[in-house]
């Protein structure tokens, strides 16, 4: 089992920047990779950001050049550096991580994001 909790969300002005960071604990030898999703009212949860333990990364089209994600080597936090927000980011932003072993994904509680016009 993968614990997650996340941190750092809040209210910002247009332009402004936030950065979100996730803890994860328990069995976190088997992560694979970790991401950030976000669920605006009335959508669908969508990717935000993804690494792979080799490193590699991708990011939604929506956020490139804005968003920046990160880990430390031991997969013991995830970070996500948010610039130039607009306030179509506005959304409930949850930490993900992907096992190697065949169980499904691990996510966390979620925090808010608020992005003013």
């Known amino acids: 089992q993968v614990q997650l909790v996340e941190s750092g969300g809040g209210m910002v002005q247009a332009g402004g920047s936030l950065r979100l960071s996730c803890a994860a604990s328990?069995?976190?030898?088997?992560?694979?990779?970790m991401g950030w999703y976000r669920q605006a009212p009335g959508k669908q949860r969508q990717l935000v950001a993804r690494?792979?333990?080799?490193?590699?990364?991708n990011y939604a089209d929506s956020v490139k050049g804005r968003f920046t994600i990160s880990r430390d080597n031991a997969w013991n936090t995830l970070y996500l550096q948010m610039n130039s927000l607009k306030p179509e980011d506005t959304a409930v932003y949850y930490c993900?991580?992907?096992?190697?072993?065949?169980?499904?994904?691990?996510w966390g509680q979620g925090t808010q994001v608020t992005v003013s016009s």
């Open positions: 328990g069995t976190i030898f088997s992560i694979n990779a």
């Open positions: 993900n991580a992907e096992s190697y072993r065949l169980v499904p994904d691990y």
């Open positions: 690494i792979t333990n080799g490193g590699n990364t």
